[in-house]
């Protein structure tokens, strides 16, 4: 049962940014001014990376593929996001997503922390190494 808890916690995880990735990639230019509005310099290159880490980082999740690097790396995009973004504390909707966003990425932290699990490829290519070692 563990093992399918691990991958439908990553799938889960890498739907909300693979969705949100899709969002940016259909619409490069708003994403821009977005990303814009909220300070951060050169608006293109913030999103080549944000789409890069959400549709690329979420496969890597659901394949489990280094998986605890991806992971990290979406935790720290996930808090700069949510410092970026949702700063504005009067706002009872920027709060609650700031804290979302705190939320992944504690849920990320958890994956850097403990792994893919059984049904991944890090566990796959763990035990390929081990078998081959012991050979």
């Not at 890069?52 to 998986?67: A, K, N």
């Amino acid at each position: 049962m563990q093992q399918s808890v691990d991958l439908i916690g990553r799938i889960l995880i890498a739907v909300l940014f693979i969705l949100a990735g899709i969002g940016k990639i259909e619409n490069p230019s708003g994403t821009m001014q977005y990303i814009a509005s909220g300070g951060l310099p050169l608006p293109m290159a913030a999103y080549i990376v944000a789409v890069l880490i959400e549709v690329g980082g979420s496969i890597l999740l659901v394949l489990g593929w280094q998986t605890r690097a991806v992971a990290a790396i979406m935790a720290l995009f996930s808090v700069v996001t949510a410092l970026a973004f949702h700063n504005n504390f009067a706002d009872h909707g920027q709060q609650i997503n700031f804290l979302k966003n705190l939320a992944i990425a504690g849920g990320l932290l958890h994956l850097v922390a403990f792994g893919a699990g059984a049904l991944s490829l890090d566990h796959r290519f763990a035990q390929r190494g081990a078998s081959h070692a012991t050979a």
